[in-house]
Structure formats: structure tokens, C-alpha cells
């Protein structure tokens, strides 16, 4: 799971974020996300703990400093720098699936799909559009595609328009 950190300027962020944790629990599938207790990082693993998930939180040490990291969570691993954080989440995930954030969501979710690209994994890149918050970006990947900067690849980023279609995104044998 890839999201911010803050909770936005719309109260839809985080309730979505809760309704996919709990969703998340009801189908058994653990929860991996960045560490955080604070944000819609927060939201979606208190509620997916909450709903009796499994929650695997992976932070760097310098935000476990600044004292964002959920004590709380099933396993919380600690690592030295965000690439490793990065690489840790992708080598326990099965997929991504990505809730509205900042740079730090957008960084993650761009390299998953570059390695997507390379054949470094086959995961699904799961994109959930709450309500309307990623259609600029949807239409810049649409240009890029046009102008023959993204050759055939913009459709390995999935996209849902709901935590339904995320999960029966995310969760298909037919990627």
C-alpha cells in the first residue's frame, strides 16, 4: 500500500482508506504499507488491525525518530534508508495498490511500475482513484502514451474507482 502520510483536505481520503483496511482483514490479505501512524498510512492499518489483519509496517529510522512509526502494528521492520524500505515492501507484496498521496506515493508508485516495465516483477499496480483525485494524472499518462514516451506500457497502472474494484483488481488471477 502505497498513500500519504497526511490526511488530505477531503474527509473521502480517509474514509476510503478505512473502508479498505477493513476490507483488506475480511479477505485474510495482510496489509504492507510504509510504518506510519499518522495519515491515511495510519487510517488503513488501524483499520485493517481493527478488522483482525495482519499489518506489516516497513519505515526508514529517520521517521521512526521524528516519532511516526506504529508501535501497534503485527510487525514493524526498521531499515537504514528508504530504499530499502522500498525494496523490502515490493519483496513481501504480492501487489501495490496505491491511495491518494504526495511525492513520497508518487516516487513509489512510478518505480513499481518501472520495474513493471523492465520484467522485474509482475505484480499488479493497482491506482484507486478516490473520488476523482488522480484523473490529471490519469490524462498526463494518456498524453505520454499519445507522444510514444510510455510505448504501450500505460496500461500496467490498473485503475478502480472504488475499494470493490481495487481488491477484485488486485487480487485477479487474470493480470
Avoid at 473502508?19 to 482483514?25: I, M, S, V, Y
Avoid at 526508514?60 to 512509526?69: G, I, M, S, T
Avoid at 478516490?130 to 490498473?158: H, I, P, Q, S, W
Amino acid at each position: 500500500m502505497f498513500c500519504a502520510a497526511a490526511e488530505g483536505a477531503r474527509p473521502i481520503y480517509r474514509t476510503v482508506a478505512v473502508e479498505l483496511g477493513k476490507a483488506l482483514a475480511r479477505r485474510g490479505v495482510g496489509l504492507i504499507y510504509g510504518g506510519a501512524k499518522v495519515g491515511l498510512m495510519g487510517a488503513v492499518a488501524d483499520a485493517t488491525l481493527a478488522a483482525g489483519g495482519h499489518v506489516v509496517g516497513v519505515i526508514p529510522h529517520v521517521l521512526v525518530d521524528k516519532e511516526v512509526a506504529h508501535q501497534g502494528i503485527t510487525e514493524l521492520h526498521v531499515t537504514t534508508t528508504m530504499h530499502t524500505r522500498k525494496a523490502l515492501m515490493s519483496e513481501r507484496a504480492d501487489g501495490f495498490l496505491i491511495l491518494p498521496g504526495g511525492f513520497g506515493t508518487f516516487e513509489e508508485m512510478f518505480e513499481v511500475l518501472a520495474w513493471q516495465t523492465l520484467k522485474i516483477h509482475t505484480k499488479p499496480v493497482v491506482l484507486v482513484n478516490v473520488d476523482g483525485f488522480y484523473d490529471t494524472l490519469l490524462a498526463f499518462l494518456d498524453v505520454c502514451e499519445r507522444e510514444g514516451m510510455l510505448r504501450g506500457n500505460r496500461k500496467a497502472l490498473l485503475v478502480a474507482n472504488s475499494v470493490e474494484e481495487a481488491l477484485a483488481l488486485a487480487l485477479s488471477d487474470s493480470r
